[in-house]
């Protein structure tokens, strides 16, 4: 006769807070590997508070949340970061509650992961606890060296978690699933459970002082620059403080996820075109640049506000624009040189991304090799 291992699927709420999308992305891949696990995960969007109650919630939160402006939790987070922070609330308001938080930021801003810290912090504050270690993932080194262990520790932890607390588990509304593979799953990762420790072998700095003979070297490049820093002009072919002085360490190389075509087209003209498809082009003002990396990031991002008061630019919520910005004739020429594609230099670039890359929210659009 044939044995058949019957598991109740066990529930778990999964939120996530997203400014562009990637904290979405990573939220639904989490939810569609639940099924796999033996886990039904109820998604939704952190702003629905209509389809939640943390106050009354008995199965285990998952959140995922990423970070904007100077270090603010996204949009859609406001409302309920308001309604945690009222400092009213008893300090046991969710002493019930078991969770793990995945933050994503970009290390080169000053305040890394900090829409994530902020609702962890005060988690903790109100009496939540971690079923499971809380997770930052950087997008400047590429978001998935983080979330992909962090996400295959979470089945482990999770059934960890059902474990301890069997007797009070949510199983409302479970279905029987057969699920040997995801026991096996289970033992093989189980190891993964503390990821705080791999976030920290991330951080690609050569603190070590391993190759004293780079540094000496730096030193030297450094007492230069500072000697030519008053004839300076950042360019592609020649980058400024700190970049210029630093010791430049190599990045693991990320798996491919672009593929790049190049396709004639007839000009530059069509190039720009090509861009913008159907739609006008305007040219208009910068109203307001605040720099929100640290002064020494060595990749400087701005906010800059466009002033289009003077247009008849129209949009709705959730339109995309291009930001057409040409490069430097002298340095596009150059790069093409070096790369061999002078004879392409008028073709228009298309990307592709692979089928299978595991590279979340990344979004596409031709260019010229000009833009
Ligand atoms: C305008 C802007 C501001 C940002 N500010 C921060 C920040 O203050 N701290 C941080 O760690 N990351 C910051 N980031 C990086 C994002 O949090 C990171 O790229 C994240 O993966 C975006 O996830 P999302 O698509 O779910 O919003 C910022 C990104 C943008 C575009």
Do not use: E, H, R, S
């Given at each position: 006769f044939t044995v058949t291992c019957l598991e109740v699927m066990r529930r778990f709420l999964l939120l996530y807070a997203t400014q562009q999308g990637q904290a979405k992305a990573i939220a639904e891949e989490i939810c569609e590997q639940a099924v796999v696990h033996g886990f039904s995960a109820d998604l939704h969007c952190i702003s629905e508070s209509d389809k939640y109650d943390l106050k009354t919630e008995t199965a285990p939160l998952v959140v995922v949340v990423s970070t904007t402006g100077t270090g603010d939790p996204p949009d859609t987070a406001r409302k309920f970061v308001k309604e945690i922070q009222n400092q009213t609330l008893p300090v046991d308001f969710f002493a019930h509650l078991r969770y793990g938080l995945l933050g994503l930021g970009d290390s080169e801003y000053t305040y890394f992961c900090n829409g994530g810290k902020i609702i962890d912090k005060r988690l903790q504050e109100l009496g939540a606890r971690h079923f499971y270690d809380t997770g930052h993932a950087d997008d400047c080194v590429g978001l998935e060296l983080v979330v992909e262990p962090w996400i295959a520790g979470l089945w482990p932890a999770l059934r960890k978690h059902f474990r301890s607390s069997r007797g009070q588990e949510e199983i409302s509304g479970a279905l029987p699933v057969a699920s040997p593979a995801s026991l096996r799953t289970d033992l093989v990762k189980s190891e993964l459970l503390h990821i705080e420790s791999q976030v920290e072998l991330l951080r690609f700095d050569d603190s070590g002082g391993k190759d004293s003979e780079v540094l000496k070297q730096n030193a030297v490049n450094s007492n230069q620059s500072n000697v030519l820093i008053e004839d300076f002009e950042s360019s592609l072919t020649r980058s400024e403080p700190p970049l210029s002085q630093a010791s430049l360490n190599i990045p693991a190389l990320p798996p491919e996820y672009l593929q790049v075509y190049l396709q004639e087209s007839l000009g530059q003209e069509e190039s720009q075109a090509s861009v913008t498809s159907a739609d006008p082009i305007f040219q208009v003002p910068i109203s307001k640049a605040v720099?929100?990396?640290?002064?020494?990031?060595?990749k400087t991002t701005l906010l800059v506000e466009l002033d289009i008061s003077n247009t008849d630019f129209s949009y709705q919520p959730g339109d995309a624009f291009s930001v057409i910005c040409p490069n430097s004739d002298s340095e596009v020429q150059s790069l093409l040189q070096r790369l061999q594609l002078e004879d392409k230099r008028e073709h228009c670039v298309l990307l592709k991304i692979k089928a299978?890359?595991?590279?979340?929210?990344i979004f596409a659009s031709p260019c010229g090799l000009y833009q």
């Open positions: 720099q929100l990396t640290t002064n020494d990031a060595i299978d890359t595991k590279k979340k929210g």
